[in-house]
Structure formats: C-alpha cells, structure tokens
C-alpha cells in the first residue's frame, strides 16, 4: 500500500489521464519502419520530398470520400490536427485541396527533416513533425 493519501493518489489519475489525450502518440520503430516502406519507392530507406508529395496526393485521394476535390475536418480527421488544418487552409473556407494537404505535407517533411539533407530517415519520423507527416501520408 501507498504512503500517499488515496484522494492525493486519485487526483494524480485524474491530472494523469485528463493530459493524455494531449500528448501526441508515440511513433513505434514498427510504425515508422511501415511509413518508409509505404513512402520509400526507391527503397533507399528514407523519404526524400517528391516520396512525400506523391503519398500525401495518393493519402488525399483516399481521404476524399465524396470525390468533390476537397477534404473537410471531418474527412481529414484522424489525419490532419485540427492545428494543421486550419494552417494549411489560407482561404479560410473549412475545405483543404489537394494542393493545400500536399503543401501541408511539404512543410511537416521540411520541418522533420532536422539534418536538412533533404530526406527524413526513421529517426526524424518520431519528432513532432515527423509524426504528423507520417499521418498525413498513412
């Protein structure tokens, strides 16, 4: 048993579980090994910008249910934040294109590739950019 006060203890599961849905989910080396197997089509093992730019288009593609050329937040919903959306929507029109979600993924590539040559290997997959890049493509 604990030396700590049950209503203490209980109080630090509540803090505890109310941050959760906060923290951005971890990126498993099983998840970001099946990001670069999906994205890498030159199997060099990374993503160079173009790999992005090619999933994020098929990505959307997929996403577009209603096949109008746009995505809505409820489309892109476990995909893209809500953050993110509204970032990559200049027009303000509730709707992302498919020119805007690539660009959104041109932009999480170039701040997850933190080396800066041009590429995002495994390693930069599990950085905050790297994470919403690899849902935006998956």
Same mark, same amino acid.
């Given at each position: &048993?604990?030396? =700590?006060?049950?209503? /203490?203890?209980? #109080?630090? !599961?509540?803090?505890?579980?109310?941050?959760?849905?906060?923290? #951005?989910?971890?990126?498993? $080396?099983?998840?970001?090994?099946?990001?670069?197997?999906?994205?890498?089509?030159?199997? +060099? !093992?990374?993503?160079?910008? *173009?790999?992005?730019?090619?999933?994020?288009?098929?990505?959307? @593609?997929?996403?577009? %249910? @209603?096949?109008? !050329?746009?995505? +809505? &937040?409820?489309?892109?919903?476990?995909?893209?934040? %809500?953050? *993110?959306?509204?970032?990559? +929507?200049?027009?303000?029109?509730?709707?992302?294109? %498919?020119?805007?979600?690539?660009? =959104?993924?041109?932009?999480?590539?170039?701040?997850?590739? %933190?080396?800066? *040559? !041009?590429?995002?290997?495994?390693?930069?997959?599990?950085?905050?950019?790297? /994470? $919403?890049? +690899?849902? #935006? /493509? $998956?």
């Amino acid at each position: &048993m604990s030396s =700590l006060p049950r209503s /203490i203890m209980m #109080l630090f !599961g509540v803090v505890g579980l109310s941050a959760a849905p906060l923290a #951005l989910p971890a990126l498993s $080396q099983a998840s970001a090994a099946m990001a670069l197997t999906a994205a890498d089509t030159d199997k +060099d !093992g990374s993503i160079d910008l *173009n790999e992005a730019k090619t999933a994020a288009a098929a990505e959307f @593609d997929k996403l577009d %249910k @209603d096949k109008d !050329g746009t995505l +809505d &937040m409820k489309e892109a919903a476990h995909h893209v934040s %809500k953050k *993110n959306f509204v970032a990559a +929507d200049p027009d303000k029109d509730k709707t992302l294109t %498919k020119d805007e979600y690539v660009g =959104l993924a041109a932009s999480l590539f170039k701040a997850a590739d %933190k080396d800066g *040559n !041009g590429t995002v290997e495994s390693k930069e997959l599990h950085s905050t950019a790297g /994470i $919403q890049l +690899d849902r #935006l /493509i $998956q």
